[in-house]
């Protein structure tokens, strides 16, 4: 098997969960999508094959300091004081939790490259591909592809663990992607490939 990270991207209670803050868009298109079962499912296939799992999560400080005022998306966090790291809201998902040893990748923009941790631990541990699912498709999941091939991981995106606001938008970006790595539903993927 390839060394492997499977990085669940923002599946954070704020964004998915069916009583946060985005529950009449995000937590709409998860729950008609299977999201959250499907992501559960390819979890506990990943941690079967021997896979690393990591999470990212999107937040900032209870004062924003990090959060960009211009920003069309994270002024809007800070207006509705959803994001904030160490509250329940950017908590991963219950049916999703990270197990001891898993990762926890913090951002505080869109991309799980950009100013984390990720890329130290993807050399760390000589990882040859990255397969990613999470919410927005259009994105944490375009970014993470786009950067991931661009840094020669092969990228995997399972298409049935991710969501958009809209099923348009996700299928835009997943069309997209398919420029950058391999799209394919979680239960057709080979984990031990």
Known sequence: MKKTLFLVMDMMNDLVAENGFNAKTYGVQC???????????AIA????AGALVGYV????SPDYREA???SPIFSGARKNGIFQFGTWGTEVHADLAPQDGDFDIKKH?????????LGAILRANKVERIVMCGVSTNGVVHSGAREAHDRDYEVVVLE????GVTPDEHMHAIACMGRYGTIVDSTAFDWFA
């Open 57 to 60: 999560r999107v937040g900032f």
């Open 31 to 41: 729950q008609e999508r299977g999201v959250l079962p499907a992501t559960a499912a």
């Open 68 to 70: 960009p005022e211009v």
């Open 109 to 117: 923009r869109v991309s799980p490259f950009y100013a984390t941790s």
């Open 45 to 48: 296939a990943a941690r079967q």
């Open 160 to 163: 049935d663990c991710c969501a």
